[in-house]
């Protein structure tokens, strides 16, 4: 029977490791294959203004081309590349920041052909996500065939996705690493081993792959270019080039003080005969345990929010400062499940009852921190209620919500089923003892009894026959059981509710950080609201075109204005004028004036001239958005003029 028992163990074991593996695999090429299915990712940074403006025909070869962006930029090699009507390079100058701003980019050009240009720009955002685009001006006159962008300047999708995927594996990599040495150091517990290795390595083969496609991520080449000199200088430099060099560091430091340090001292461990000295150096040793790895989850935590969301926008420091810890808790909360799952699926009876329950105090705590560093960020990144529907990232932000609902109802139970298991054994019975009964012949205890008492003793008279077997088991078990645990105190049954809840919330715990990862490539609301409002101002119509009849009450006296405002906004204006007689020929008038006037603000004089034909002003400053009145004063002879108003919108 023994070596039967111990067969069946062994193959116990063996099924609960293939399931384990099976289920690992499961967990982790499902969101893998998510990322992959994924597309692109969306820029960050908002394109508010160009110079020219976009699809804007010009009368001569501008000297520059100047990109203006919501928030600061990096500038690649060929970040501003320009193409001619026959899709040919154009070699440009220097490309820089307009005037040392750093949300700008300008290249200058050569003298340009008349036709169709193309702009394609590639410039990396504050918080290092590349964003990319295009745009046409022409010179004279617009080409006779539409402009193509070539089809070697399309960014590559393949780099993008593989980035995205190794994004998400380094943030596994970085929950099994701390959080598997926060459990064992929180409780005095050592999980496997492998948890924390694999981990390292996880951690450690994804930073590499991280930076060997930083530059084809930036680029928007192909991964096959990663080994290229250019490509890889850029993935060297860049500031997250450096964070991930970094971070590759801390990990090479990490391993060298684990090894040196040795496994962490579990807790109530048997105490040594080598006296108080040796108590003393395992006390300073867990202290200096404790700040080594707090200062390496501080500094690694550090590599991501650098290059990250918090690192643009508003209030970077309290940004930087909430990511960090939101990471942190990330790590803690499910790296420690993954090894709490481990051992109740490995060892259950080697789990004591207050180790779990230290584990759902830590847990407790690292919640608390994500749900208030995830509603700031949330916060942050929307910038409005509004955008939870209307943009990408509030659509996925509002998953996520959902998603940590769900994790949260599954923590909880994990707290029912750890308090349940902190309750002790000797408390879940009553404090009656019963004798354990033993069966003997009929009438045996009854004769033993009148030995006892003797022959002048009182006799008993015997109401009820013995009681039949078994019925002291039946009893003793009765007794033996409680309210707090399962009958004769087995945890058992609640060590087993208490993993399938952890694997519950590991589940959706990894669901969180696929969309986490989803997130971090995708435009956040206040950025998306910021770009469509810069858009929506480049789509209005350039320049606004009025026509003013006049009349100076003599034969002939008559005709009309066309004047030409552009752009029509706020700022410098340009203004072209043509004078048309009754004939609806172009006439020439010995004098026009046009001055505008918005409340008290005027008028302002265009100072218009004459060109030979027709009027032009180059530099009309309209300072205020709004309807500006527009007086045209036409002077036919040099009696003879007529002052007409209209209305103009400025936006």
Sequence with gaps: MGAERVGAGRAGAVARGGRLRHLAFVLLVVPLMLLAGAGSASAHAALKGTDPADG??????PRAVTLTFSESVGLLDNSIRVFDPGNRRVHTGKQEHADGRSDTARVTLPGLAQGTYIVAWRVVSADSH???GALTFSVGKPSATTAALPYDEVPDTASVRLYDIARYIAYGGLALLL??????MATGVEPARGLLVGGWWTLLASTLALLVLRGPYECGSSPATAFELPVLRESLTSRPGLALLARLVLLGAAAVVAARLGPAPSRGGKQTADGPGTVGAEVLGGRLRFAVVSLTALALALTWAVAEHAAAGIQVPLAMTSAVLHLLAMAVWLGG????FTVLYRAP???PAAAVTRFSRLALAAVAVLVVTGAYQSWR????????????YGRLLTVKLVAVVLLLTAAAFSRRWTARLGVPAEMTAPDVTVPERVREPVGAARARAEAALGDGAPRQPRTEPDAAPGDGEEESGRADSGPGRASGGDPAPYRRALRRSVLAEITIGIVVLVITTLLTGTQPGRAAAEAQAAQTAAEQPLGATTVVPFDVGTPGGHGKVQIELTPGRVGENQ?????????????????LRLAFKLGDIGPLDAKVRDRGGYWTADALNLPLPGTWTMK???RTSDIEQVTVSRTVRIG
């Design 56 to 61: 804007s025909v010009l009368k001569a070869s």
């Design 130 to 132: 590349p964003v990319s």
């Design 179 to 184: 959080g598997v040495t926060v459990f064992a």
């Design 337 to 340: 499940l993954a090894a709490l």
């Design 349 to 351: 009876d080697e789990l």
């Design 381 to 392: 990144g929307l910038g409005s209620l509004g955008a939870l529907t209307s943009t990408p």
């Design 575 to 591: 203004i072209q004028a043509v004078v048309y007689g009754p004939d609806g020929g172009i006439a020439t008038v010995p004098e």
């Design 632 to 634: 045209v004063t036409v």
